[in-house]
């Protein structure tokens, strides 16, 4: 799978979704205080779109967003630049972007601790209709990688066939999956064979 780019979204807790519009000026201080370790441009507010991206910030290689747009928010990084390696060193990859801005979220102080994440799904989508097709074809080819990949972020405990892979079929959008683990993960740290690679 040559596609580079891919999306991986980080649920709220139901009920435990943060109003949107305190991450404008989150987003816009990120960038005043080069916050993360990317280029970051602007910010976008979509919030009074139903089920749509909510807010972004822009960045060079990729966005970050809290959205809504298969109904339930969540925190998303989308990577939108070429990068080498595999498909699978390029979804660790991208985890990690993503959990480090998590991280930094769950410590503004503006959210009054509002942003909790459930540590039992997740979603990766890649945005590249021609390279991967919303097909089962394209499911075949990573769900191997996908497995793995969840098991890995749930610790040394968890297994492959302990994980439960959600095919969002609907031939008009990107493809995507939703990834449900039997054992929890915690944004609050990245598991060891994560931060190796």
């Not at 989150?26 to 970051?40: G, M, Q």
């Not at 990766?124 to 793995?148: F, G, K, M, W």
């Amino acid at each position: 799978m040559d596609a580079y780019r891919l999306s991986l979204k980080l649920y709220f807790q139901p009920g435990a979704a943060p109003e949107l519009a305190p991450f404008i000026s989150i987003f816009h201080r990120w960038i005043r205080d080069h916050t993360l370790d990317h280029l970051l441009i602007d910010v976008a507010d979509y919030s009074e779109v139903p089920n749509g991206p909510g807010v972004m910030l822009i960045g060079h290689e990729g966005h970050y967003s809290v959205d809504t747009t298969d109904g339930q928010p969540g925190f998303v990084y989308s990577h939108k630049r070429p990068e080498a390696g595999s498909f699978a060193e390029r979804l660790r990859s991208n985890w990690r972007r993503l959990l480090a801005a998590a991280k930094q979220l769950e410590q503004e102080e503006a959210l009054n601790g509002s942003l909790s994440i459930a540590g039992d799904h997740f979603a990766c989508r890649i945005n590249d209709r021609l390279l991967a097709p919303n097909q089962q074809e394209t499911l075949a080819s990573v769900e191997s990688d996908l497995r793995r990949f969840a098991a890995e972020i749930c610790g040394e405990t968890a297994r492959e066939t302990a994980v439960e892979i959600e095919h969002e079929s609907d031939p008009r959008a990107c493809f995507g999956v939703r990834i449900r683990t039997e054992h929890p993960y915690s944004i609050t740290a990245l598991s060891p064979t994560l931060e190796r690679s």
